[in-house]
């Protein structure tokens, strides 16, 4: 059999990870007759985090997914994919604080209803108080939002949740992210719209966000359904997934990865050998895996990324209805969850009987911190207690439950992760040409679904027709927010903004 790396051989493409990214690229892949091979861990089931579980009739994404884009190419081939499986859905999202829900983006018959006189009056004279008396210059996330909008408002609408989801006080995050996201993803400026006298708003009605996306479509059966019939599509053409195969090496020689090495469910080793290779993989589990080791500064940079994980609690609820929303964001400093998706809102058939609902609540962690390694009855016994602490239903009506643990959900951009990224892409980039980086963890790009794909087709382009399309081009906008923003790269350094610690 010849060597598939050796020059005028046959292009033979191996995709770690049958995740949207390394999904996305096999099938651009196959429509150009490229033979691929994707190797998946999961011995069950495709999708990566887009995955779609299922429980008591219920189905559970793994957090709420939406399938929106602003890339044509991205909805067409959505439509290709599932046809009239994949349907349009009206977004309700709300911020629940303190038993109340605020509807977002913030309306002020709304937001004065839902505060009363006591605490509007309470945010106006705090307001009053940090025009008057701001923290000069202001290092932390907590005073620049408090300078801004007065403490009361960041209270209410950032401290908690902002630390629940990244898991570091609001006292320790660099106000440069403040004033990054809050342009980006200007809530805050809706809600001075909502609650001040025009005089006092500072940039009158323009200042409120201008375009929040307010309508997606998803797979009648889960955002799982997408990429399991991608994976179908793979393995009617030739192509199956193989599941169940961990990549535990990456051999490399002569500037070139000649293999990986796969171990089965039962221990068992082999090599697959390829031309070109697609990592989906974290990078700094991928680098772990070279064989020979990368060069120790190499090791470094990769083992200083970080990662923020999360638990999902997904319990079946003996109510119809619980709320109309897709899912709410819980402000509310009194329970854990940061977010509690309603999948039978996102699509009537999630649940086979209409009589019940499934809710997945969303737990922010570090892997193995405490909360990590609870057992799966605690952390459903807290699920359940949370719900009806918020009112959302009596314990008696929750009927069970299923965990699952995402390791590695968001890639963290701390101080250091540009510098520790860019050593890894030009040792990449020079030493082991025919290895390519896509997705979120595979880029350590904090990315969205769509823009995951869209790196995963670029790289397959260029590998089957020669093109050099730079993945890391691909633009990453704000989370909820749909417009481009001015003045923002698309490099690795522009993107998704994510708080970074203030520097020591």
Known sequence: MPDPSSPGSTKHVVVIGAGPAGLSAAYELTRHRTPVTVVEKDPLTVGGIARTLEFMGCRFDVGPHRFFSKSAEIEALWTEILGDRIQPVRRLTRIQYRGKFFDYPIRASNAFWNLGPFETARCLASYAQARLHPVVEPKSFEDWVSNQFGHRLFEIFFKTYTEKVWGISTRELSADWAGQRIRGLNLVEVIRNALLPAGLRGGGEQAIVKTLVDSFRYPRLGAGQMWETVAARLAADGHPVRLGEEVVGVRHAGGRVLSVVLRDGRGSTLDLLGSEFISTMPIRELIAKLQPAAPSIVRAAAEALGYRD?????????????????????????????????????????????????????????????????????????????????????????????????????????????????????????????????????????????????????VARNIATGTSYDPWLVNTDAEYQEEERAGEGSSVEGGRQVPQRIAS
């Open 310 to 458: 999360f638990i999902t609690v997904n319990l079946v609820v003996d109510r119809a209805e619980v709320f109309p929303d897709q899912w709410i964001y819980v402000h509310d400093p009194g329970v854990k969850v940061g977010r509690i998706a309603n999948f039978k809102n996102f699509s009537s058939a999630m649940v086979a009987d209409g009589g019940l609902s499934g809710l997945g609540m969303e737990y922010f962690c570090f892997e193995h911190d405490g909360m990590w390694s609870w057992p799966d009855r605690d952390l459903l016994d807290l699920g359940r207690r949370e719900l009806v602490a918020l009112g959302i239903c009596r314990a008696d009506e929750v009927k069970a439950g299923m965990v699952y643990r995402q390791p590695k959900a968001y890639p963290v951009y701390d101080g250091e992760y540009q510098h520790h990224l860019e050593v890894i892409r030009e040792w990449l980039t020079r030493a082991l040409p025919n290895l390519w980086l896509v997705g979120r963890n595979g880029m350590h790009h904090y990315n969205n679904q769509d823009h995951s794909m869209m790196t995963g087709i670029l």
